[in-house]
């Protein structure tokens, strides 16, 4: 579990350095929410939140939707479990959920990505994504770098 959590603070290094320094203070999160948010007990969990950064902890027991975020990209860090993540082509079945986001029913093209523990995938946005299947579960750290 201690490289998982190196790699957990690489990332949020990496993340908040891509976000810029905007004067925020020190944000700790205890083990016992990360642990909940990476535990099943949650789709996902926020465990930071900044105007140009967010941080989640996500677990899935199953796919998802197609997703596209006009103004995010996504960092993903698999901390346990595997998923086969389709990235880019078309998304299919799109619809508008909140401002900036899409959810579609799939892709059509785009690139299988099979992910495990240890691996990481960045997203920019705007590159449709899509988590096809989750043979058993997946718990893994969600960075989202947000623009302007």
Do not use: C
């Not at 205890?30 to 099943?40: D, F």
């Not at 240890?118 to 946005?125: L, Q």
């Amino acid at each position: 579990m201690k490289i998982s959590i190196f790699a957990f603070a690489a990332l949020m290094t990496a993340g908040l350095m891509a976000a810029g320094d905007s004067g925020r203070p020190v944000t700790f999160v205890g083990h016992e929410l990360v642990m909940a948010a990476l535990g099943g007990k949650s789709h996902s969990e926020t465990l930071v939140k900044a105007t140009d950064l967010l941080v989640m902890g996500a677990y899935r027991a199953q796919n998802g939707q197609v997703e596209v975020h006009d103004k995010e990209t996504d960092v993903f860090y698999i901390v346990e479990g595997e998923a086969t993540l389709i990235t880019g082509g078309k998304m299919l079945g799109g619809k508008v959920t909140s401002p900036g986001q899409w959810r579609g029913t799939s892709i059509e093209g785009g690139e299988a990505h099979h992910m495990e523990k240890g691996d990481v995938m960045v997203i920019p946005a705007g590159i449709p994504h899509w988590f096809k299947s989750v043979p058993h579960t997946v718990s893994y750290f969600v960075v989202k770098v947000l623009k302007p």
